[in-house]
Structure formats: structure tokens, C-alpha cells
């Protein structure tokens, strides 16, 4: 008999005796046990900060993602492994594709992150705050990575998905984790993490499992910890109660299951691609994993004079969906994950019949294909029928997280966003319709009670994720019963295990701290030039000062005649009347052209390239006569990593484009963008 293990305190290790017996979801046979009893949480937590947290810290986000791309790139040449035992779950190939694939492609997006961060262990968060008359005291905040672990604890749904989405963006803050996945399907995961320890990509202590039931991981958590739960909202708001969270301030970030909608747009009719997008979209939320997804369509709402031809539309299709074990050829939808879940959808789908309509779906009756001799964990697609919806309200307060939804009628478009909000706040919702217009209404309507809402129609459909595709860089949650959370969201993901700090001084000492320039800060004159610099010699802060030019009228000519802007303002000095000009203007575009002609340095030298401008700003209008200069400095430095054996090593820097006249006033700022070469690989 297999025992799945935890890993903590840097080793695999069985708890005291056995908590749970695991089962094959296809035929039932035993597939081994797990405990987690008798570990000590308080000493993993202790671990977690005192080992991973400290070595993630010292990481640049640079260097993180660079770590999760390399995690992402190992696990995807061992998925057929995951593959094998996500069977054991029940599910399909297309339901495994989703958890295996879904779920690495998380560590490649949350990777991809680290373009918007600095090579720094912490971020710059926003710009500086000018607190003083001279300039000499700014505001300016920094966000550092909490000093405690993340607690995940996940369902039982999406075995390898439900982790990787959530480690990816916490690792990427420089927070370690523990992994608590449903003791139902750990044992997938606890595939995927001896291969993640194995790799030795993660620095240690920076990933711990506890495959068992996990009793009093939170008896222990304090202030510095985070604590994510995904699951049912009865157990979330229970868990996020307990007295320690609240005592102690533990961040607590809920993601429940919710009773999601899905419309039907008064245009989509039968006959056009929408109607049939409808049907199509509808039937694969209901039987993609069973319909055990969090996002999956429980509520199906349709204009009231097309009731009866989506009813039969959607129970047409569902019919073709064979069930059955999901390695037999055409087997569309296997088991639910556990006998357990197949008698609370069971219960559920009792509960819901009392108020409302089977009208496809036999319960006690249905076809299996293949070696299928015990049934207890199949549960056929049920399709529910309420004509009243806003009377017979059980279908808004009663989730079966299976195979299960119900179809309704709505008169107008503002029914059916009351209908969607009646749910109490969903993950997600979508509607299907050709009508800008009336997708814009249901949108504005109904997102006050939606986490996520998708737009479907013949434009988009090729290549849209679906209803229940939460990707990693959007935000993840929902409000109301959905549990007013937020997970994942890209860079705002990140943010969520990160400090934020208010630091307040001198513009020097704020550019020490935050290795990014701060006007107002020392300037010291760059020797030699600092396009003869490699990216290790740069230092933030040091400045060129050029030699000054004065504007004429043949400059705005010329460079009207180059560039083909012959806008009055610069043309015209008859049509200034009413305008903020006194007289011709010189091209905002050409002082930065001529700013570029005064700061470079032309030779061939370690600057390989520019490639952008950011943040350009025209402040001041410079007219024939005036004299400008140019203050080029170091603004920020980010390490870049080769691609290949064969790329050349460099960095990017940032430089600050300060362009000022006669009186010393700026007229135009701007940020450049270049690689610069380094001295080493």
C-alpha cells in the first residue's frame, strides 16, 4: 500500500498513522493513504520563514523569474507522469490538459512578470512626492516581500493548477509556501512536488507540503503570514472566523465556489454563430471536469421566447456527451472526483428539484463506457428547468458542484443582470450576443457582482479561453459569496505578498535606497561619457551635461520639411490668435531629436542600441532664440539574462532626458531606453 508523504522541515516524511484512504474515482480500488498527524506546524512555519523566506529575499525579481522559467520548462518535460495519475482523479485528457498544462502555464506567465519589475529584491512603487518648497525632503514607497509563509490551502479540483497558480506569484514576490492540497487528490500533487524538489530550482524551505488533512496549520500562523483558501464558501468564511486570523491580522484571501451565470444576448438567436457559441459553451462548462470547477455554469440565462428552442438545443448536445472511464476512446466526461462529492451534488441536486424542473438527466439511470463496474462517483449532467426565477429563488442560493445547471427565462437585458446578481457575487459571468451595445449594458450592470466577465460573440471565439478560463494575468476572485478575494492579476497578484512602505528624505538618500534617480538628487558629471560605459560601470545617477544649441527659425523649418509636421502652431505665426503660444513654436519632437544630437556619444562603444522613449513630456514652450541643454542621467539599471550561448551579455538602462533652457527651467523630459553591453557573461 502507498503512503503519499509530506514534505517539510526539508525532508518527506509520513504523519501518525492513517487519516484518509485514497480511491481510484474510476473503478474505486485503493490507491494508498495519507496522514499529516502529529507534524509540527509551528516548527514548518518557523522553517518556512526562517529558510525560504530569508534565501527568496535575496533574490532579485530578475532572478525569481528566471527561476520559475526554468521550474515551468522542467515540469513540462515530466508532464506525461502527471498525466498518468491525474487519471486516477477521473479525469479526461481535456480535464488534465487544463490542471497540468493550465497550471505550468502559470509559472511561464507569472516568469514573464519580471519585465515589469527592478533588478531588485523589492519594488519601486509608483513616483515620488514632492514634500518640500526646495525639493529637498520627497515621499516616495517602496514594497518589500512579507517576512512569513503563504499558506494555500486548495481544493480538490485542480490538483496541480490550484498550487502552481498560487506559488507562482508568491515565489515571484520572494515568499515561500505551504501547500495544503484536498487530501482527495494529493496524491497528484505530491507527484509534481518530489519532481519540483527534486529539480533543486526552488531554494529550500521555500516549498513545504502536507498532503494529509493539515489539522492546525493555522493554530500557528501570525502577522507576517498570508493565508489563501479555495473551496466552499461555508468552510472559507469558517476558516477565515477562527479567532488566530483575526487576532493576529492574518491576511486571508477567500476564494469560494459561486453559482456563475451565463446569458444569452436578446440578438443571439437560433440561426446565428452566437446562438450556437451559446449552446456549444454552455454544455462545456457543464461537463469539463464533471462541471467540478469553481467557474463552472450553474445558472443559464436565456430571453423568455427562446426558452424552449435552448432547451432543446443544450439538452440535444448533452445527450451526444459519453460518460464513462475517460481512457476509453470518445469518453467526453469521467467521474466526479470522490463517491463523497457524487452524494453531496446527489443531496444538492435533491434539494434543487423541489423548487424546479428536471428536464434532462436521469439520476438513476445512465449509460457508462468502458470497465466502469462500480458507479458510485458518476453523476450524469443534469439540466433543471425554472420558469420563475425570481419567485423560486433556490436555484440562486444552492450550488450541486457537479455536472448540474439550470436554464431560465428574462424579458429584458436588466432582468437578466438582476438574475446574475442574484447569485450574491460570482466568480464569473458571460454573455453571449452580436450587440456591442447590449454587451456594454449587461457589463456595466452586472460587474459590481462579478469578478470576471466574458464577452463572447463570431469575433473573439477562435480565440477566447472560455467561460471558466481564469488566466494568470488577470485578477482571480469575486465578490460577496464568491469571497472577496483576489488571486493572481499579474503585477497585482505580486503585490498582494509584498509590504508597502512610505520612505520619506533627501532626493540622494531616496536614489541610494530605491536605485532609481530622483530629481532633485546629486549629480555627479560622468567621466568618461556614459555611452563609453559598460552596464556594470553605470551608476545611477551620474550625468552627462552637453553642449548647449540655440533654436532658430530654419530648425522648425528644416525639421517640418523632414518630418512633414507642418502643424500652424510651428508654421504659422498669423493663426496663433486665442492659442497659449506668443509665436511659432519649435516641434516638441525636435527638441528631443536635437536632445539626442547633444547627449550621444557617436563613436562605437558599449551601447548596443536604443529602443524606446517612455514618459516623454513637453513642458515648456521653446520658441526661436531660446538655448537648450541637456542633462542625461542614469535613471534605473536592470540585469537582462542571455537567450543563447551565442547572445551577447548586456543589461537594460534607463536614462533620464532632462531638457532645459536659458533660464535653467525644463521644457521637455523623457526616459530612453537601451542595452548596454556588459563587461562579463
Known sequence: MVTFQNYVLGKWMNGDGVETQLFNAIDHSEIGTVSSAGIDYEQVLDYGRRVGGRALRKMTFQERGRMLKALALYLMERKARYYEVSAWTGATKVDSWIDIEGGIGNLFANASLRRQFPDLPYYVDGTAAPLSKNGTFIGHHIMVPKEGVAVHINAFNFPVWGMLEKIAVNLMAGVPALVKPSEYTCFLTEVV????????????????LICGLGRGILDHVDTRDMVTFTGSAATGKLLKGLPRISEQSVSFNLEADSLNATILGKKAVPGTAEFDLFIKETVKEMTIKAGQKCTAVRRILVPDELIDEVQVAISSRLATTIMGN??????????????????????????LAKSQQIVFGDLDHFELKGSTAKREAFFPPVLFRNN???????????????????????????????????????????????????ARDYVVGAASMHGRILVLNEQCAKESTGHGSPMPLL???????????????????????????????????????????????????????????????????????????????????????????????????????????????????????????????????????????????FTKPVYPGATIGVRFTVKEKIDQEKRSEDDIPKGIVKFLVDVYDETGETVALATILTMVKKLND
Open 193 to 208: 512536488v518530489r519532481d519540483i524538489i527534486a529539480s533543486n530550482i526552488l531554494p529550500e524551505g521555500s516549498l513545504q
Open 326 to 351: 475517460p481512457s476509453e476512446e470518445g469518453v467526453r466526461m469521467g467521474p466526479l472526483a470522490t463517491r463523497l462529492q457524487a452524494e453531496r451534488v446527489r443531496a444538492s441536486v435533491d434539494e
Open 388 to 438: 420563475q426565477p425570481f419567485q423560486q429563488t433556490a436555484v440562486h442560493d444552492i450550488e450541486a458542484f457537479g455536472p448540474v445547471a439550470t436554464i431560465m427565462p428574462y424579458k429584458e437585458i436588466d432582468d437578466a443582470i438582476e438574475l446574475a446578481k442574484m447569485g450574491k457575487g460570482s466568480l464569473v459571468s458571460s454573455i453571449v450576443t452580436p450587440d456591442n451595445q447590449e
Open 475 to 617: 485578477t482571480h476572485g469575486g465578490p460577496g459569496r464568491a469571497g472577496g478575494g483576489e488571486e493572481m492579476g499579474g503585477k497585482r497578484g505580486v503585490l498582494h505578498y509584498l509590504q508597502r512602505t512610505a520612505i520619506q528624505g533627501h532626493p540622494t538618500t531616496i536614489t541610494a535606497i530605491t536605485e532609481q534617480f530622483q530629481v532633485g538628487a546629486e549629480m555627479p558629471e560622468a567621466n568618461p561619457h556614459v555611452f563609453r560605459k559598460h552596464f556594470e560601470e553605470l551608476i545611477v545617477g551620474e550625468t552627462v551635461f552637453t553642449h548647449k544649441h540655440t533654436v532658430s527659425d530654419a530648425d522648425i523649418v528644416n525639421f517640418a520639411n523632414v518630418s512633414g509636421d507642418n502643424f500652424y502652431a510651428h508654421m504659422d505665426a498669423t493663426s496663433l490668435e486665442g492659442t497659449i503660444f506668443e509665436r511659432r513654436v519649435a516641434h516638441g519632437y525636435f527638441i528631443l531629436s536635437k536632445a539626442a544630437g547633444l547627449f550621444v556619444d557617436p563613436k562605437k562603444g558599449p551601447v548596443l542600441l536604443n529602443y524606446g522613449i517612455d514618459e516623454a513630456r
